[in-house]
T-cell receptor, first 115, second 116 residues
Framework: AQSVTQLDSQVPVFEEAPVELRCNYS??????LFWYVQYPNQGLQLLLK??????LVKGINGFEAEFNKSQTSFHLRKPSVHISDTAEYFC?????????????FGKGTSLLVTP | GAVVSQHPSWVICKSGTSVKIECRSL??????MFWYRQFPKQSLMLMAT?????????EQGVEKDKFLINHASLTLSTLTVTSAHPEDSSFYIC????????????FGPGTRLTVL
């Protein structure tokens, strides 16, 4: 089964600065990748997903991620963050039908945006 | 977009009692529903996968007799925590997958369970 590593448990950043949240996955023939955001005491909201096609994926709230097969990475980026982006971010991977479409989540990265 | 609801959003119960959590897909038919558990400051851990009309598949280490899952219809799955204990206190999140959305799950808002 696929596994995901989020290298940074916490990322502090100043408002309007760029940010990158890192995600690496274990290799597989086919893989589907997701980034979710979780605000305190809430469920998960999908930011973006890679299923196939273009390796640069654009999502909501100005986020984007690039699928890099050779480096088995799917890093999340935003060119200019806002205070409201403060939240927990989870990278997730699925094998698709091979795993019954179940998701394996990384441990999460806490993004803290300060003025 | 697809909406998934959970009820209740939070519940407090006494040790030894059972608690039922409902997960509903409001505007689509969910052939598969997933139940996750999340401890404070930690990631989501998959507990079980349920397909409508069949028995749930539990992940290793999850007691199926303690966490009863029923997926009786294409829009409803329930998780019952039987004989709850304080260590069962957690945030329980469900997600649902539609037949036409092979690789995307839609998540509910979660249920905060506190066992006294």
């Amino acid at each position: 089964a696929q596994s995901v590593t989020q290298l940074d448990s916490q990322v502090p950043v100043f408002e309007e600065a760029p940010v990158e949240l890192r995600c690496n996955y274990s290799s597989s023939v086919s893989v589907y990748l997701f980034w979710y955001v979780q605000y305190p005491n809430q469920g998960l909201q999908l930011l973006l997903k890679y299923l196939s096609g273009s390796t640069l994926v654009k999502g909501i709230n100005g986020f984007e991620a690039e699928f890099n097969k050779s480096q088995t990475s799917f890093h999340l980026r935003k060119p200019s963050v806002h205070i409201s982006d403060t939240a927990e971010y989870f990278c997730a991977v699925s094998d698709g039908v091979d795993s019954g479409y179940a998701l394996n989540f990384g441990k999460g990265t806490s993004l803290l945006v300060t003025p | 977009g697809a909406v998934v609801s959970q009820h209740p959003s939070w519940v407090i119960c006494k040790s030894g009692t059972s608690v039922k959590i409902e997960c509903r897909s409001l505007d689509f038919q969910a052939t598969t529903m997933f139940w996750y558990r999340q401890f404070p400051k930690q990631s989501l851990m998959l507990m079980a996968t349920s397909n409508e009309g069949s028995k749930a598949t539990y992940e290793q280490g999850v007691e199926k007799d303690k966490f009863l899952i029923n997926h009786a219809s294409l829009t409803l799955s329930t998780l019952t925590v039987t004989s709850a204990h304080p260590e069962d206190s957690s945030f329980y999140i469900c997600s649902a997958r539609a037949e036409t959305q092979y690789n995307e799950q839609f998540f509910g808002p979660g249920t905060r369970l506190t066992v006294l």
